[in-house]
């Protein structure tokens, strides 16, 4: 299911900067939830908190759409409970085909073009719906927007049928009603 998701999520961060506006993403936000994204041109960030049991694995995928090369640590990711607590000491655990041995990094490299999707490590028992996501990619934060459960899984599904080969994107993210979110801002280094 996780590997699913990840790649349906690729798909929505190629939606980035819609400036389009899906109603019930947009005036409803909830405080917090375990889905939150970001979307512009430039870069796309899924994080999908997934709870099975005693098990909380929030799951992050990333696409970057302009070209660069950036370097992301573990302690770039910044994710806020409800409580007021950020989790402690992430990190990064990519698939490598045997699932009883994935590997388990706290830095990653993404190139323009390029697509990442990880589960992270850690004690997230306490963030199954978190209050706030960030990441920091280079010079600049991503404020991952919180939002509801159904209200995401609408957008994935319209991602599902969005033409990545389709000259006209712009077009095409209208007539699929797909939405702009999240927020990012320089941080000085």
């Known amino acids: 299911m996780r ?5 349906t ?3 929505l961060f190629f939606l980035a900067g819609g400036v389009f506006l899906t109603p019930s993403l947009s005036a409803q936000d ?3 939830s375990a889905c939150h994204l970001f979307l512009d041109f430039d870069f796309a960030i899924t994080l999908e908190v997934v709870a099975d049991g ?3 694995t929030p799951i992050l995928n990333l696409i970057a759409f302009s070209g660069g090369s950036w370097e992301i640590s573990a302690s770039d990711l910044k994710i806020l409970n409800d409580k007021g607590r950020y989790a402690v000491d992430p990190r ?6 045997d699932s009883a041995q994935p590997y ?3 830095y990653l490299r993404i190139e323009g073009g390029d697509f990442l999707g990880c589960d992270l490590v850690g004690d997230f028992k ?4 978190p209050k706030l996501v960030r990441i920091k990619i280079g010079n600049e934060r991503f404020s991952l927007a919180p939002v509801d459960p159904d209200a995401f899984e609408k957008v994935l599904d319209s991602l599902d049928r969005l033409d990545l080969k389709d000259p006209d994107l712009v077009s095409a993210f209208e007539k699929l ?3 702009f979110l999240g927020s990012r801002d320089s941080v000085d280094e």
């Open 30 to 32: 909830p405080e917090k």
């Open 104 to 106: 388990v990094t706290t």
């Open 92 to 97: 990064f655990s990519i698939d490598t085909g």
């Open 177 to 179: 009603d797909l939405p």
């Open 126 to 129: 306490d963030y199954k719906e």
């Open 9 to 11: 999520s690729a798909v």
């Open 54 to 56: 005693s098990q909380v």
């Open 3 to 7: 590997m699913g998701r990840k790649i």
